[in-house]
């Protein structure tokens, strides 16, 4: 029996299995439903593990009581409509339906093709996946979508190039050439750990940068055997059976439609150069209060999604007014009410998907979890080598069921931080196993708020695929991700290569 024929009855079998799965929605609810019974059993128990973020035990809280009802139905639609995925997903696509629907992003694809090799698509997609991170959650509405069309237009198929983005953007979401916010974010969390032995030390924003530079490399050409090798022939009997009328056409470009996307090219162009001459001054207001750009706290960060709509929507008009696609302001309307059309799925999962996250997190189950998993690794007391890739496992597994990555930092660095730099670990060398141990499973759980999102763009090519089909092109990714990818960071360590800034390997234990 050939390794890869088992393999392929392993994915076969997940498949089958995972499609037999409930509906997205349905396992949220479930899920909401199992937190409140869970909630409501542990609440009367106590436990030892310290919540690092009020140095108190940890406690339970019970959902199902009068009050915490109450609360819930009174906060239940502020609770969908303050869902953060939601805003982003629907915004970013009203601009980029209009730049769809008016033509300009199959016309603009079409002349990147023209000159793209077709043997160097996969790593081209995966790049730009992973350099879609600085612009926060982009790739999600943008690159992965954008992926299939362009795998389908060069006649590969364009599940294929699904699975390849959203490796790059969700699996590889800690390797990346460019600084982005999460950058200075997880610093945050690490200096605040690291100051409980060391009150003096301060820790770069840019303390794993080396590393995440180098992993892209190892990424994108892990994601680029990946697909070729492994996914595409696997989908090689999958028939392409959605709907003709959604599935873009790219015919040859007429001479009206070329002056169209030149003009169209040069209004995002000035878009661009516009924004750039806005953000360049120091006292710039897009800047935050200390002049950065990649701070949570500079309004550019918070600006992404309205740039990614003003910067598809003008182009887009400019396009459909040119190549004649519109012809008024209502065709401009029908093409933003065609793009929420397709969204309708995904924003009844988001009210689940919400409604299970707030009480998920107000439960306190959650923060359970992760510290007794952090405390358990630490009773073991293993050598140092084995805790950094028990770290990363633990954070993987923990990431199943706690999406956000500050979320999981915020209670697993004050616990690992200070245990390692006792080990003389420094705290760059943990986070950064932490941010590995978080990325490679991103693309495996249906409980991420983009996972369900990712099976509606599936669907536009593929009309039966489910969480199943998902889930079996995209674990060869994951385990692969995390075994490389934690071998690397061995490999790094062993050889003492800086992480990053003012990064360094062994801290000297007070």
């Known amino acids: 029996m ?36 869970l909630s409501a059993l542990l609440s009367g128990s106590s436990f030892s593990a310290i919540d690092p973020r009020t140095d108190a035990p940890v406690v339970v809280n019970n959902l199902l009581t009068g009050a915490s009802l109450a609360d819930f139905l009174s906060r239940m639609v502020t609770i969908f409509t303050g869902f953060a995925p939601l805003g982003v997903v629907l915004v970013a696509m009203l601009g980029v339906g209009v730049a769809e629907h008016s033509g300009f992003i199959n016309a603009g694809l079409k002349r990147m093709l023209d000159s793209t090799p077709k043997m160097l698509l996969t790593p081209s997609i995966i790049l730009v996946a992973i350099v879609s991170h600085t612009a926060t959650d982009a790739g999600y509405v943008l690159v992965i979508p954008l992926a299939g069309v362009i795998f389908y237009a060069m006649g590969r198929h364009p599940l294929a190039g699904i699975a390849a983005a959203f490796a790059g953007v969700s699996g590889g979401f800690s390797a990346n050439f460019v600084p982005s916010a999460i950058d200075p974010l997880l610093q945050s969390f690490t200096q605040s750990a690291a100051q409980i032995i060391d009150p003096n030390i301060q820790i770069n924003p840019l303390n794993n940068w080396f590393f995440t530079g180098a992993s892209s490399i190892l990424i994108i050409l892990l994601g680029w055997w990946l697909t070729d090798k492994v996914i595409e022939p696997r989908l090689k009997d999958t028939p392409v059976d959605g709907d003709p009328d959604e599935i873009p056409k790219f015919d040859e470009l007429g001479k009206k439609e070329l002056t169209a996307l030149r003009f169209a090219g040069l209004t995002m162009l000035i878009g661009i150069v516009l924004l750039v001459m806005a953000v360049w001054p120091e006292d710039s207001a897009l800047r935050a209060p200390d ?86 690794l630490k009773t073991l007391q293993l050598p140092s080598m084995v805790t950094i890739v028990g770290l990363v496992f633990l954070t993987a597994f923990v990431n199943l069921f ?46 991420m708020p983009y996972f369900p999102l990712v099976v509606v763009y599936c669907q536009r090519y593929v009309k039966s695929t489910g969480i199943g089909t998902l889930l079996s092109l995209m674990l060869p990714f994951s385990i692969c991700i995390i075994i490389a990818w934690t071998a690397f960071l061995l490999i790094y360590w062993a050889l003492g290569i800086p992480l990053g800034i003012q990064a360094s390997y062994v801290y000297p234990a007070p």
Not at 296 to 321: E, K, R, T
Not at 339 to 344: A, K, P
Not at 428 to 443: E, F, H, P, V
């Open 2 to 37: 050939s390794t890869t024929n088992w393999t392929s009855r392993a994915l076969d079998k997940i498949e089958r299995v995972g499609n037999k799965l409930p509906d997205p929605a349905v396992i949220f609810l479930i899920s909401l439903i199992i937190v409140w019974v």
């Open 291 to 376: 002049g950065k750009l990649a701070s949570f706290s500079a309004p550019l960060m918070h600006s992404i999604v309205p740039l990614i709509f003003l910067l598809f929507i003008l182009p887009g008009v400019v396009y459909g007014y040119l190549a004649g696609t519109f012809k008024s302001s209502k065709d401009v309307i029908g093409a933003m009410s065609k793009s929420m059309g397709s969204m309708s799925y995904y924003v009844v999962m988001a009210f689940f998907c919400a409604l299970f996250i707030d009480a998920f997190g107000k439960s306190n189950l959650g923060a359970l979890l992760a510290i007794e998993g952090a405390q358990l």
């Open 402 to 447: 706690v999406g956000s990555a500050s979320a999981k930092w915020a209670l697993l660095g004050p616990i690992f931080v200070p245990m390692l730099m006792q080990l003389n670990i420094s705290p760059d060398l943990t986070q950064a196993a932490y941010r590995l141990g978080d990325s490679s499973s991103n693309i495996i759980t249906p409980l």
